[in-house]
């Protein structure tokens, strides 16, 4: 028995070597995805993100899922394309093997040739130097263009060059094909060969510069570069045999690739060479030319096997290992020196270190043994959990264990060790522990068995398990629900990890994440943004990331931001993005000491390296590639509308209102994942709102209104950037004639016109009305003033009688008073003529002016005073007259009323109140207190009047006048004796 456990451990550590590679992420196209040729002899990324492929076939324009291919009846004068370069004007230059140049400008093809002073023949490369002329290398010498010609580079020797390069201090670099390298600065010029410089061949055939300004020469017997002046060749791997070079490009990551005509790939990072071959993922080694884009992915054109992406370097993939082709890892594990276990589910073991896996040639359990967990629990023992029960590996024996050593089960699916080491393993059957060399199950709190998924020690200790009921934590040797999961329903357990501040995460199948920190339990679903809740398997890595594998792809999860604020900030990865294993294996993860993670999948071994993984920053290209009527193709140019040179869109588009249906085909080009690319659209005008992100790259928009629309386009690329700006397309609805600005505004103007032609007529019939009526009314208003004319000559006449018939009566009582002796009679008779006096005075001013029915009181006054003085014969030298009055005009019967009252006053004070010939003063004042109210005021400075007499019951004939004369203007009068005589009358006079 000894014998024979001795021969099974020299079999199991004999390791045999199987051939094996890494395999990196290539992506393939030929004929069947739509390239017009198998060799590709030109690659080139216009400045919209297309891809431009040269072949022996025509040319190809690539959008990353679409080529569109031109040819001879596109007006390519060749199929035979040699090489592509796009100038600072964005043209594509096309060189071809047997007509000479081709421009295209985005329309139409131009081809340059004799017309032009180029000879016939092959154009193998193209430059452009700083001041925008076109250089190009021939069979028959360099050439440039000037002003739409070309002629011969003198400063070069006519001969075949095969590369042609400008470099940022203005040199110009010639490859030839058999007489080494050309530099031509300035009016210098100087030639590098095999014998006079490190130049591994005279025949040149690719030129590059870097951008660190190196400069990369091609050569049939392999690289060399130029930087800082110096020439130097890096050495080649040995394996490279035949190491003529086809091309060159420059990735993100600041390495140089190589393309070799029957060689494979070489990638230089600075300091050695990777040679990549068929073994590696390269369908062909023939490499006939190499471009990147601005998205960092390879781009590989191959001779006879048609075009090759190379992308998302993060990966790299172990899946043929000799004989076994795609194995299925279903056991993975790092020991403490950094070496990698795993095993299969046909039993093959294998470790591996420096990425060299070493198999087991012979192993202990029988073949066809699923291998679930490796558990390295030191450098002496190691525990793998099996379909066939548990093994124990030590330097000198092998131990097997199964259900008559005492285990629930012989399926054993995981295994850890505990600080004291003790063992626990997680079987079909239940939890078991190994102590003393002696299995001890420990039973279910159902008391009814239960298949035990998984077993996990955390940081403190505390053993873990997951089974198809629930989680329990071992406490002693019993099984209890955790404390913070009570209420909490999660089955179907198979994984759990902790991260490193102590938070376990659980996998539930169908479940979802079950996260149980020292704030209590949440459980992560769909709702809160998991994309499946088929979860198999949780590791959280020493980078702080949760990953989680998954029944369609593999989840990287932040947990900084998981654990802040409760929010899943993961990046997917598929087989889009580079992840080629389809599914990793339950609990087939591991991270080795230099925080590379592993993965068991069903295709083999997947490496993933952290410090290559980088997020696609670059925009997607958003173009709109078509508007359609009806969501048919349209030939805009056959209905009228003028169409854009470069995209082929109708350009100020109006339709009318009955071709109103608009589709929108469009594309972004994204070529790390065009497939996974998403679009946001808007019309505004119709909806203000962004559509949710989709997939389909079309639109319909049907029955809209009359107006002005605006198209908006957005792109999201494989790493969730969307685009910065919109695309943007304007179009227009015309409205029907009936509702078009131009119609409502005729209509307006007509509506306007009859309005303004009813509005003229009828104004012409009132100027006609109103000329007929001031026809009538001047007619009238002349029989009216004529009317007026002879009432006014008739008052003047009358007043003008009344006024002599006054005179009449004062002449004959001047006639009477000459014949009265008695004095007293005399008085009498004087007063009488006075008064009659008066109101002749008020007849002859009325009909001495032109107003007959009223009579300024100022001027009346004045002239019954100056009668007054001179029937009195007093002089105003003597007693000095003052009037004071406003300019106010009353009626005939008021003036009438106050000239009486103002002559027997005036009278009064020239009889009285100047005796024996004194003087003073006379003094009428009117004031106005409002609209009727006045004030006269008739005072002298005279001697007053007797000292007991008394007006109101005086017998004088005067003053009894004066006071009724004062109650027709409902008035009243006072006297006042002091220095002098002031009579004052407040009286109405109504306005």
Aim: hydrophobic share 40%.
């Amino acid at each position: 028995m000894y014998l024979v456990r001795c021969l099974l451990l020299l079999c199991l550590l004999f390791a045999a070597r199987f051939t094996q590679a890494q395999q990196y992420n290539f992506r393939s196209w030929t004929l069947e995805q739509g390239l017009p040729q198998s060799q590709i002899t030109a690659i080139l990324q216009d400045h919209q993100g297309f891809l431009w492929l040269g072949t022996r076939g025509g040319l190809s324009r690539f959008d990353g899922i679409n080529f569109h291919t031109y040819t001879e009846q596109d007006g390519l004068p060749s199929h035979n394309i040699s090489t592509l370069f796009q100038d600072s004007q964005g043209r594509l230059w096309i060189g071809t093997a047997d007509a000479g140049v081709v421009l295209y400008n985005g329309s139409s093809f131009q081809q340059v040739g004799a017309k032009q002073g180029l000879p016939a023949g092959p154009v193998n490369a193209i430059s452009e130097d700083s001041l925008g002329r076109m250089w190009l290398a021939t069979s028959q010498g360099a050439y440039f263009g000037t002003a739409g010609a070309f002629e011969l580079y003198a400063a070069l020797p006519k001969e075949a060059y095969t590369a042609i390069r400008h470099t940022a201090d203005g040199a110009l670099w010639a490859g030839t094909r058999e007489n080494g390298l050309y530099k031509v600065a300035g009016a210098q010029a100087s030639r590098f060969t095999i014998y006079n410089s490190a130049l591994p061949g005279n025949s040149i055939t690719a030129l590059s510069i870097g951008p660190d300004g190196t400069l990369w020469i091609g050569t049939d017997m392999g690289p060399a570069k130029i930087q800082e002046g110096a020439l130097d060749a890096p050495t080649l791997p040995r394996v490279v045999s035949t190491p003529a070079v086809s091309g060159f490009t420059h990735d993100r990551h600041g390495n140089v690739w190589v393309g070799l005509v029957r060689n494979g790939l070489l990638k230089y990072d600075g300091k050695r060479y990777t040679h990549i071959t068929r073994r590696h993922g390269l369908r062909t080694p023939r490499i006939s030319s190499l471009a990147s884009d601005t998205e960092g992915n390879i781009w590989i054109g191959t001779n006879g096997y048609g075009l090759q992406q190379y992308k998302s370097p993060w990966f790299v993939h172990y899946f043929d290992f000799g004989d076994m082709s795609e194995p299925r890892i279903t056991a993975l594990a790092c020991d403490s020196s950094g070496t990698m276990w795993m095993g299969t589910d046909e039993g093959k073991l294998a470790s591996m270190r420096r990425n060299r896996p070493d198999w087991r040639t012979n192993t202990p359990w029988p073949e066809g043994t699923t291998l679930y967990g490796i558990y390295p629990k030191n450098r002496k023992e190691t525990w793998v959990s099996s379909s066939n029960g548990a093994w124990l590996l030590r330097p000198d024996t092998v131990l097997h264990f199964t259900v008559a050593a005492g285990l629930p089960s012989s399926e054993v699916f995981q295994a850890t060790a505990d600080t004291a080491g003790t063992m626990w393993f997680a079987t079909a059957g239940g939890l078991a522990y190994f102590r003393d060399s002696v299995f001890v199950p420990v039973a279910s709190p159902t008391g009814i068995p239960f298949k035990t998924n998984c077993v996990f020690r955390d940081s403190k200790n505390r053993i873990w398990v997951g089974t198809e009921e629930s989680i329990y934590k071992v406490e002693g040797q019993e099984l209890i629900p955790p404390p913070g999961l009570q209420g909490i329903s999660f089955t179907e357990v198979n994984s759990i990890t902790e991260d490193k501040l102590g938070n376990l995460y659980f996998a539930g199948f169908n479940q979802g994440i079950l996260m149980l920190g020292s704030n209590g339990a949440r459980l992560f679903a769909a709702k809160d943004g998991l994309p499946t809740v088929a979860i198999n398997t949780l590791f959280a890595d020493r980078h702080d990331n949760l990953w989680v594998a998954t029944s369609r792809n593999l989840l990287k999860i932040r947990l900084p931001q998981l654990r802040r604020n409760g929010k899943l900030n993961y990046r997917t990865y598929a087989s889009q993005n580079g992840f080629r294993g389809l599914e990793v294996c339950d609990n087939a993860m591991a991270q080795s000491p230099d925080g590379t993670m592993w993965f068991g999948t069903t295709k083999g071994l997947t490496q993933y390296l952290p410090k290559m993984d980088r997020r696609n920053a670059t925009y997607p290209k958003v173009m709109l590639t078509e508007v359609m009527l009806y969501s048919k193709p349209t030939d805009w140019n056959a209905l009228g509308y003028t169409t854009d040179s470069v995209t082929g869109l109708p350009t100020n588009l109006r339709l009318p209102y009955t071709q109103n249906y608009l589709s929108f085909d469009f594309h972004a080009i994204c070529l790390s994942g065009p497939e996974q690319v998403r679009y946001r659209y808007r019309l505004v005008g119709f909806d203000e709102q962004w559509s949710p992100p989709v997939e389909q790259s079309f639109t319909t928009y049907a029955n809209l209104s009359p107006g002005t629309y605006t198209f908006e386009l957005l792109a999201r690329n494989n790493d969730g950037f969307w685009a910065a700006e919109p695309v943007v397309y304007t179009f227009s609805i015309v409205p029907p004639i009936w509702r078009r600005e131009w119609f409502i505004g005729v209509l307006l103007l007509v509506i306007a016109g009859s309005v303004l032609s009813v509005v003229r007529l009828r104004e012409r019939s009132l100027v006609k009305m109103n000329s007929l009526l001031e026809m009538r009314v001047s007619h009238r208003t002349r029989l009216l003033e004529r009317k007026n004319r002879e009432k006014e000559m008739l008052l003047q006449e009358i007043h003008h009688r009344v006024k002599n018939n006054l005179q009449i009566v004062i002449s004959m009582l001047n006639l009477q008073a000459r014949h009265v002796q008695d004095p007293q009679a005399a008085e009498v008779m004087q007063a009488i003529r006075s008064r009659v006096r008066s109101m002749s005075i008020l007849h002859e001013r009325l009909y001495q002016h032109a107003e007959l029915d009223c009579i300024d009181l100022e001027e009346y006054f004045e002239e019954i005073c100056e009668s007054l003085y001179a029937a009195y014969g007093v002089s105003t030298r003597r007693i000095a007259l003052e009037l004071h009055m406003p300019q106010i005009k009353v009626n005939i019967d008021s003036a009438i009323t106050l000239g009486l009252i103002v002559n027997e006053l005036v009278s009064n004070s020239l009889k009285y109140a100047f005796p024996d010939g004194r003087t003073g003063v006379l003094r009428i004042e009117l004031a106005q207190h409002d609209a009727a109210q006045y004030t006269l005021t008739v005072s002298d400075n005279g001697q007053g009047m007797p000292i007991r007499f008394d007006p109101h019951t005086s017998k004088s004939f005067g003053l009894k006048l004066v006071t009724s004369l004062s109650r027709k203007l409902q008035g009243d009068i006072k006297f006042i004796n002091n220095n002098g005589t002031k009579s004052i009358l407040y009286f109405v006079l109504a306005p």
